[in-house]
């Protein structure tokens, strides 16, 4: 079996904590529920209890195994095997309505993005992420930690620091300390346009917004300085001055040229 730390899991061993999780997560008898990367169980089992369904997706094949087992048992449980960033989110039925996870550190970014795009019925997050994650997703413009991911999770979701947590309570014990977030929907994901042109502003964070999307191959520095100017902002704005909704009214101006 290939190591949980190699993977990027790493496993809450306080169950005071995991009982917090769950309450954190307000979760409805009729939720379903998606738990990315399930590990040893001590969250599923929890989480089964709360929820009409339980979606469990994990790559590790010894791990799925024992999840198997426990799913046997609870009857409300589906265990996917296999990578959360390539199992196909859109056609796990019953559709969820909530993701509570403590996520393997290696894909907390773009799997957070990924269930925003992908599950529209997905109304909340209640998550587990490494705490430098966290201050991202969090921060707004001007911050130095602002950035892609911050631009994308806000266009879609109020994000809340819940609490932060010692790497002592994990196995194996992480190098960083974590915290819990929660996510409640506001609106859509990203269409893919959106979110390429948020990254293409970010690509040469250095420059001038206008000259990272030309170099990122998107539209001319001279129509990027022109709709910034259309918008009231700054031509040499770079794209931390940004704030989320600015992106979409970029876009919409750039399409509208």
């Given amino acids: 079996m290939r190591s949980a730390a190699r993977l990027g899991q790493h496993f809450l061993a306080d169950s005071n904590l995991l009982g917090a999780i769950v309450r954190d997560a307000a979760l409805d008898p009729a939720d379903v529920a998606l738990e990315i990367g399930g590990g040893e169980g001590a969250l599923t089992e ?3 209890a709360e929820v009409a ?9 010894g791990l799925a195994e024992r999840l198997r087992a426990l799913a046997a ?8 095997p296999g990578d959360a960033m390539r199992v196909e989110l859109a056609a796990l039925a019953p559709e969820p309505t909530a993701v509570v996870s403590n996520l393997p550190y290696s894909i907390a970014t773009p799997v957070l993005l990924r269930t925003i795009a992908e599950l ?21 413009p001007g911050s130095r930690t602002y950035g892609a991911p911050s631009v994308l999770v806000q ?6 620091l819940l609490r ?3 790497r002592a309570v994990f196995t194996p014990r992480p190098r960083v300390d974590s915290a819990l977030l929660r996510l409640v929907r506001r609106g859509p994901g990203a269409s893919p346009e959106l979110a390429g042109l948020v990254r293409a502003a970010f690509g040469h964070r250095r420059k001038p917004l206008a000259g990272s999307l030309e170099l990122s191959g998107g539209p001319s520095r001279r129509s990027a300085r022109a709709a910034l100017r259309a918008l009231g902002i700054d031509e040499d704005a770079r794209a931390e001055a940004l704030a989320p909704a600015d992106f979409a009214r ?6 509208a040229e």
């Fill in 53 to 61: 369904h339980l979606h469990v997706i994990e790559l590790d094949p």
């Fill in 250 to 255: 970029l876009l919409a101006r750039l399409g």
């Fill in 120 to 140: 529209p019925g997905v109304g909340r997050w209640t998550v587990m992420v490494q705490r430098e994650i966290a201050d991202r997703l969090r921060a707004g």
């Fill in 155 to 160: 266009l879609a979701c109020e994000v809340e």
């Fill in 73 to 80: 048992r609870l009857e409300n449980v589906s265990v996917l």
């Fill in 46 to 48: 929890r989480l089964a």
């Fill in 164 to 166: 932060t947590v010692d």
